[in-house]
């Protein structure tokens, strides 16, 4: 208790506030909030995950939303809707498949094959279900697996990496399908808006691993993307 009277009275109290800080986490962290879940789903035969084909990542239809709320297709998870910069898509699922590959465990079937396959499959069978239809695309690509993923929010920072009047938020999931019977193997899902330190001491962490930087809204999915992969299955 001497060591902090003195901090406290220190003649630099952003410093003195900041090692406050540090030391009330030290009891604290383990009530921080979490942004990132993942599910494994058991299955009746499981599945050696090596060629995955991957479905363009899609933005949720806010034509369908119930206040503001929608029903995932995939998994039947609700979740609320944000607003969802143009082009979000894309920049998912480049870093999705980035991180993917980064692994070098599986052959990846790209997006844009998957999707013409399904193009023509939904065309034929118009009363599948979305898993159906996903599941015929990935067998007849050859895949144990397809991944099919949604963003939800997807808002750039405003200003600079150290200054900046609005912080990146972003929300996304990931499903990973078995082929056999459209069955969910994996699901995976990111949601978080960046803060600073002193709006939420909870992040003490992210504060540090970030060097106190204000990330892009990339910079956010590529953390969110990461952190899927470390219990994405075959990824280790």
């Known amino acids: 208790m001497g060591t902090l009277f003195i901090l406290l009275k220190a003649r630099r109290p952003a410093a003195a506030c900041l090692l406050v800080a540090v030391i009330l986490s030290v009891f604290l962290i383990g009530c921080a909030p979490h942004n990132l879940s993942t599910k494994t789903y058991a299955l009746d035969e499981p599945i050696n995950v090596h060629r995955i084909a991957v479905f363009p990542i899609q933005k ?29 898509e894309r920049v998912v699922e480049e870093v999705v498949l980035s991180r993917l590959e980064k692994t070098g465990k599986f052959e990846i079937v790209p997006p844009e094959r998957t999707q013409g396959v399904y193009q023509r499959i939904s065309s034929d069978f118009l009363k599948d279900s979305l898993k159906g239809s996903l599941g015929k695309v990935g067998r007849e690509l050859g895949a144990d697996a397809i991944l099919y993923g949604h963003v939800y929010r997807f808002r750039e920072r405003k200003g600079y990496a150290y200054g900046t009047d609005q912080a990146a938020s972003v929300a996304f999931a990931l499903h990973l399908i078995d082929v056999r019977d459209g ?22 962490f992210a504060f540090y691993k970030e060097r106190g930087r204000w990330l892009t809204a990339r910079e956010l999915t590529d953390e969110g993307a990461a952190g899927m992969i470390e219990t994405f299955p075959g990824a280790n």
Do not use: H, Y
């Open 183 to 204: 069955s969910l193997i994996w699901r995976g899902k990111f949601d978080k808006t960046q803060t600073s330190l002193m709006e939420n001491i909870f992040q003490l």
């Open 60 to 88: 949720l239809d806010s034509d369908e939303a119930v206040d503001n709320t929608v029903r995932c297709e995939v998994c039947g998870a609700v979740v609320t809707l944000g607003s969802v910069e143009p082009q979000a």
